[in-house]
């Protein structure tokens, strides 16, 4: 069997490593197990967050939702229990949209509700 010498690939993968965890502190970014680790948790963190933020982005929906609500006498949870009986299908991410660029829609969909 012909011996395989595994310079050449194990520089590519240490640059690799290094090169992802530039800038982080201390022996983070220079020693390659504790590099390895890093990306590792860094990795697992990704994952959950990306998760996180579609739930963040409905929370400031709700919030933008609501604020605009505040000047028709309407709390957000009856606004959109009555969206729902009346069969209007707009989502939480439009209506934030609406109520922030163009609050003379949002108001008529409002006054189609009431």
């Known amino acids: 069997m012909t011996r395989v010498k595994k310079g050449v690939n194990a520089l590519k993968t240490r640059r ?13 970014s220079k020693k390659e197990r504790q ?25 400031l ?5 609501n604020a605009a609500l505040a000047s ?3 709390s ?4 959109i229990g009555a969206l729902k009986k009346k069969g209007i ?4 991410k439009i209506l934030a949209t609406l109520a922030e660029n163009k609050p003379e829609s949002f108001k008529r969909i409002v006054a189609s509700v009431k």
Do not use: M, Q
């Open 76 to 79: 957000y949870n009856t606004f």
């Open 35 to 59: 590099a390895y680790e890093a990306i590792v948790h860094a990795g697992s963190s990704a994952f959950a967050h990306r998760r996180d933020k579609k739930g963040s982005y409905r929370r």
């Open 61 to 65: 929906w709700n919030v933008r939702i």
């Open 16 to 28: 690799n490593v290094l090169r992802r965890v530039k800038g982080y502190r201390h022996g983070r």
């Open 89 to 92: 299908l707009v989502d939480r």
């Open 72 to 74: 028709s006498n309407f």
